[in-house]
């Protein structure tokens, strides 16, 4: 991974022998493997699903609740049999997928670990949005289900929260490409997400003008069948907000009805919608190699 280029960053990093924005080189690392039943329903279903959680992230959000994952090279080195064996392993257990969280940095790995597992459930692909149209092309090859945040429509949130004032036309642009390529998402007879697009928003506290934008666009880019939609009330503060006060508290009841309102009035039918007392660090694994080796 020479000159990197899988993420709108684009840092252009040797990986062999340094590492890139997202905090790690070119070696897989994974912090955890096991079944996760904290998803919405379609995707954890009554087995769980199967969650591999990679180190680092292109994107680095100060208020991320994996933060001691995102943030460093925390987790066990796999080559892509290693990670093979990894996927084998959690179908075997039953999961009803395998649900790739964050795994960006290390696209090839991770495809080559596919190719050689040819897992029969579904892969996953759980990621921040911050992608590029070529990195989303190559995953479509070997994975049916795309997991992605919207976390923003407004750049000067993207700015300040994340250091990506082009978050929401990298994210609208990767997630338009998703759709194209899965098509509408497709439910199987047990209420499982076989195919298609799950979009994910986490309203932030103080942010109610960004929460109103992004269901606004995908209210306004998709039609009924096309995408599910979550809106999540989850934001827990985790990590230093010393320099992001407004974000050192959970959610208002206030401000969650008005994010409600908001999706009543988009149109959006298909989805989910979190309760608010879903905050808290309850939901938030163990990043202590489960999984991983053995």
Not at 10 to 16: L, V
Not at 79 to 99: I, K, M, S
Not at 254 to 263: K, N
């Amino acid at each position: 991974m020479s000159e990197c280029r899988l993420c709108p960053r684009a840092c252009g990093a040797d990986r062999e022998r340094e590492r890139g924005v997202c905090r790690v080189d070119g070696r897989i690392l994974v912090a955890r493997a096991a079944p996760h039943y904290g998803e919405e329903p379609c995707i954890s279903g009554e087995r769980g699903s199967g969650a591999v959680f990679f180190a680092g992230c292109p994107l680095g959000c100060v208020y991320c609740q994996n933060y001691e994952l995102s943030r460093g090279a925390l987790g066990e080195t796999l080559t892509p049999e290693q990670l093979a064996a990894v996927f084998r392993r959690l179908e075997a257990d039953g999961v009803h997928n395998l649900n790739l969280v964050t795994g960006t940095q290390f696209v090839p790995g991770i495809l080559e670990a596919l190719r050689l597992a040819a897992p029969a459930v579904p892969a996953v692909w759980n990621t921040s949005g911050y992608e590029t149209i070529g990195t989303i092309r190559a995953l479509a090859e070997r994975v049916r289900i795309f997991l992605p945040d919207l976390k923003y429509a407004l750049p000067e949130s993207a700015a300040r929260y994340s250091r990506a004032a082009d978050y929401p036309a990298a994210a609208m642009a990767a997630v338009r490409e998703m759709v194209r390529l899965t098509g509408p998402f497709v439910l199987g007879d047990d209420g499982l997400l076989r195919s298609g697009v799950l979009i994910r928003h986490l309203v932030l506290p103080g942010q109610l003008d960004n929460t109103r934008a992004v269901i606004g666009w995908v209210g306004e880019t998709f039609a009924p069948g096309e995408v599910l939609f979550s809106l999540m009330a989850q934001y827990t503060p985790c990590g230093d907000l010393s320099r992001y006060p407004e974000l050192d508290r959970t959610l208002t009841p206030e401000e969650w009805d008005e994010a409600l309102a908001a999706l009543e009035d988009s149109g959006i039918e298909d989805g989910y919608v979190q309760e608010l007392s879903a905050a808290g660090e309850e939901e938030i694994p163990a990043f202590d190699g489960t999984g991983v080796t053995g």
